[in-house]
């Protein structure tokens, strides 16, 4: 059997981007000052509608958009592949935040949601993708990720 994986390579804005991580981290934040439990629904929406469907349809993103078009576009052909095991690794400790809360697992659920803001914070303040360097680290040792 021959498994071919095709690397997914369209128009990225950067800038949208960084926007789009800075609103997740500011997300997280106004969850933890405020503690309304629709941020988070809003987070797990944002994340699955952007993997699963189309990005246009979250409201982050809509956001985002709205505030690039009054910037300059810089859009380069890069692999879209990083980005969407980024967005899965984010959906999934998102969710396990929900999970160790419901569990009553406070201390390890903080723990997961303050790994998240910085990485957000960083990707947006510094251009550095942990998701996608995980990505580049992983395909460097040879492991093929099939699927997402």
Request: net charge neutral; hydrophobic share 55%.
């Amino acid at each position: 059997m021959n498994n071919i994986i095709k690397s997914k390579y369209t128009l990225i804005d950067e800038n949208q981007i960084r926007i789009v991580a800075a609103l997740v981290a500011l997300t997280i934040v106004a969850y933890v000052f405020l503690g309304y439990k629709s941020l988070l629904l809003l987070l797990i929406y944002h994340f699955f509608v952007h993997i699963y469907l189309a990005p246009l349809f979250s409201p982050l993103e809509i956001i985002a958009n709205g505030i690039s078009l009054l910037f300059n576009h810089n859009k380069d052909n890069n692999d879209t592949s990083e980005k969407e095991f980024s967005s899965h690794l984010a959906l999934f400790i998102i969710s396990g935040f929900i999970v160790l809360e419901l569990f009553e697992f406070t201390k390890l659920a903080s723990t997961l949601i303050l790994l998240l803001v910085i990485w957000k914070i960083v990707e947006a303040s510094m251009k550095i993708c942990f998701g996608c360097k995980l990505y580049q680290y992983i395909k460097k040792n040879g492991i093929e990720i099939v699927s997402l």
